[in-house]
């Protein structure tokens, strides 16, 4: 049986590691756009409407079941995932890395959305906004609230706009070190940091020295999923669930099971 596995994380990539060690035979699904990293198992890249959407390559590459692997914020590929694993039968599992937890000493917020978050937004002088793409538009707006100096932008895809004076951008990809993390806020006098709540260690660093430092931070609030056939937040029981159902000892097991009923 193929699995489709549904990545673009560190966590996917080692699931996909691993099940391929165990012969399973997994497909390895990214968009691609901030790297393509190196698996031994089969990759497709790009999405899905290259090849008619994702139901279509499900039916056509004869798939048994999807493993969403993918950013907890990614809400339109797990919703799609969820959706057209119904539509052809097959089992929907996912795994989402934790979120983070508020300690005793953090500062945190969360918005909503983007009106939830300008309103929060509103007073600080220079955030770092860590919370990946955001539109021209919203930047845009950022800028326009009165108390806003500038802003200290950082992604690891480079933006498709010319970016205003004083919007300072840093191409970066984790994992960052605490003492990279607390140097970056002091020289640039960061009085807020934007993120999601992408769970995880390797980013995690930038919320450390904000405790530190007593600086506030917006986390954007995960979005609501539709539920999967199975849910996993350890990737050591997840491993073990999906080679339980789809490695080569499940098989053989299920053909001892069917001929000792015959």
């Avoid at 080692?14 to 089969?42: F, M, T, W």
């Avoid at 919203?138 to 004076?165: C, G, H, M, N, Y």
């Amino acid at each position: 049986m193929k699995v489709l596995l549904l990545g673009g994380t560190a966590d996917a990539r080692r699931l996909a590691d691993s099940l391929h060690r165990e012969n399973v035979s997994v497909i390895y699904s990214l968009a691609g756009l901030v790297r393509v990293p190196k698996v031994d198992c089969q990759l497709v890249v790009g999405g899905f409407t290259q090849f008619g959407g994702l139901a279509r390559y499900l039916k056509d590459n004869n798939i048994g079941a999807i493993l969403d692997v993918t950013h907890p914020y990614a809400q339109t590929m797990s919703s799609k995932a969820v959706t057209a694993a119904k539509d052809v039968g097959i089992p929907c599992w996912r795994f989402h890395r934790p979120a983070w937890q508020q300690e005793e000493a953090d500062d945190w917020k969360y918005y909503q959305d983007e009106t939830d978050f300008l309103a929060q937004l509103d007073g600080f002088r220079v955030p770092l906004l860590s919370a990946g793409q955001m539109s021209e538009v919203l930047l845009k707006r950022v800028l326009q609230l009165p108390s806003i100096e500038r802003i200290v932008w950082r992604t690891a895809v480079e933006p498709k706009f010319d970016l205003p004076d004083k919007i300072d951008w840093i191409k970066a990809i984790g994992p960052f070190a605490l003492e990279d993390e607390r140097q970056l806020l002091m020289d640039h006098s960061i009085d807020v940091i934007v993120s999601k709540n992408s769970g995880g260690s390797a980013t995690y660093s930038k919320l450390e020295a904000a405790r530190e430092l007593s600086i506030p931070v917006l986390l954007h609030a995960r979005p609501i999923l539709p539920e999967a056939e199975r849910e996993f937040s350890d990737t050591e029981d997840c491993l073990k669930a999906c080679l339980a159902a789809w490695g080569k000892a499940s098989t053989h097991i299920k053909h001892q099971q069917k001929d000792n009923q015959q």
